[in-house]
């Protein structure tokens, strides 16, 4: 609780001009110092309910007309007394607001401060305070939808239900230290023990199985370009994100570096990747620009392989596309220059049919042919690499959490099947607890000995 903390106050909306801004006040002096900013401000003012105020410096003199509006907590956003005026949106009107309200009393709330109050105050869980910062920042439908799911606790409720039953198991094991003398105590509870971590293990599984979808819906999805000298890919990029970013050229080796920018298809984001076109070179600046290519298609989610469909396959290009199909990620092989007679040898052809997922254009035509196609394709890959069902992790702490609790349930269940010391099997299942309580921030020790003594009557 942040009972003793210092009220705080901030400005809570973007820096520069607009119809309104809001100033926000929270904290134990949140009501006084509204009661000297408005004078006439009436006792007992009803909670939630805005009023119509004149809000004045020290000398009494007018700084703006606001809607004021006190939220006693604990039914605030931060779970103290909230105090938010709505004021004109002016950045010398909030400025000369705020710097009464710190007059009076207050300071300068820290970033991200109001909801780190609420989360300390039981308002949210870490999953919903970090959702919030995920639906600020969000800028397409797919990491708004992620955002609000976590916002209205999806997530925590789900780590929250595992908690609660690895919280019996460890109940039980934790009872069965103190009847260690009556053997048949702990053989009656091993089974449902056993169960327990069985269920939860499979849960976790899941959550950790559709982390990428979560963590593309929240980031977007990573789309690299490869592809030899001249096949096209910058005129593929440039196709896609609609403007002249990247240089074209007849000139082989014109892209030395990568260049990434964000486009949105159809409600997901796309972090689109041009890349150095790959060759054999001497040049050591262009041989660096290639080998980062080859490792950012390492780490692509999906990999756009550009060929030029007018001249047969290079000995390296072949063996990139068998690379390829032997790697299971998702490929979309783009065949440019659809407008040229087609070069390719029969070999050529039956290994570009071995793909899913190809489509044939000519980006550098005009006007360009395929690009529907194109395009359509490529929406349906981030359709499906984006899809996930159910509750979706999205961040890397969370997918930590996961992990390190699925790790230790895993040693939980090998001590139970090996009958081990009851005491290996309790710290197991206080780890995998741990871990699942960073994610949330819920889980204690104190949880596991209120169960004990308020269920099995310890000591009795």
């Not at 995920?134 to 800028?139: G, K, M, S």
């Not at 982390?211 to 819906?217: A, I, P, S, W």
């Not at 690009?371 to 359509?376: Q, S």
């Not at 349906?380 to 790790?407: P, W, Y």
Request: aromatic share 2%; glycine share 10%.
């Amino acid at each position: 609780m942040t009972g003793n903390a210092p009220t705080i106050a901030a400005i809570a909306t973007p820096a520069g001009s607009g119809g309104v801004g809001i100033v926000r006040i929270s904290g134990g002096k949140a009501e006084a110092i509204l009661e000297q900013m408005v004078p006439g401000w009436p006792q007992a003012h009803p909670t939630h309910l805005m009023r119509l105020s004149r809000l004045v410096d020290g000398d009494g003199q007018l700084i703006d007309e606001a809607l004021a509006v006190i939220m006693r907590g604990p039914r605030s956003y931060t779970g103290e007394d909230v105090v938010e005026l709505q004021c004109h949106g002016g950045p010398i009107v909030l400025r000369r607001v705020l710097d009464r309200a710190l007059e009076l009393g207050a300071r300068i709330a820290e970033p991200g401060e109001f909801t780190r109050r609420a989360f300390l105050n039981g308002r949210l869980d870490l999953t919903q305070a970090e959702a919030v910062a995920d639906l600020v920042n969000a800028t397409t439908d797919a990491a708004h939808r992620l955002a609000l799911e976590h916002l209205q606790g999806s997530l925590g409720e789900e780590i929250r239900g595992i908690v609660e039953s690895l919280t019996v198991a460890a109940v039980l094991i934790e009872a069965a230290l103190d009847f260690s003398h009556e053997e048949h105590v702990y053989q009656i509870e091993r089974d449902e023990i056993g169960q327990r971590i069985d269920g939860a293990s499979a849960r976790l599984r899941q959550l950790r199985a559709k982390f990428d979808q979560g963590r593309r819906q929240r980031e977007g999805v990573r789309v690299v370009i490869l592809g030899a000298t001249n096949a096209g890919k910058s005129t593929l990029f440039n196709t896609l994100h609609g403007t002249d970013r990247a240089i074209v050229t007849e000139i082989e080796g014109t892209t030395r570096d990568f260049l990434e920018e964000e486009i949105q298809l159809e409600g997901v984001a796309l972090r689109l990747i041009d890349t150095a076109g790959l060759r054999e070179t001497e040049d050591r600046v262009e041989a660096i620009g290639i080998e980062r290519s080859r490792e950012l298609g390492e780490r692509a989610d999906l990999l756009l392989r550009v060929i030029d469909r007018s001249r047969p396959l290079r000995a390296e290009e072949r063996e990139a596309l068998k690379g390829d199909l032997r790697s299971g990620r998702p490929v979309l092989l783009i065949c440019n220059k659809s407008d040229l007679p087609d070069g390719r040898s029969d070999e050529d052809h039956t290994l570009c049919a071995r793909f899913d997922h190809r489509v044939d254009c000519a980006l550098g035509a005009s006007p360009a042919l395929g690009t529907d196609a194109l395009i359509d394709s490529l929406a349906a890959l981030a359709r499906e690499l984006t899809s996930g069902e159910g509750v979706l992790l999205s961040r890397a702490r969370h997918l930590q959490g996961v992990i390190a609790a699925i790790d230790a349930l895993a040693r939980a269940r090998q001590a139970l099947e090996m009958e081990m010391e009851h005491e290996l099997i309790a710290i197991d299942l206080r780890e995998a607890l741990d871990a699942l309580g960073d994610i949330t921030g819920k889980v204690r020790t104190d949880d596991i000995l209120q169960r004990i003594f308020s269920e099995f009557c310890v000591g009795k």
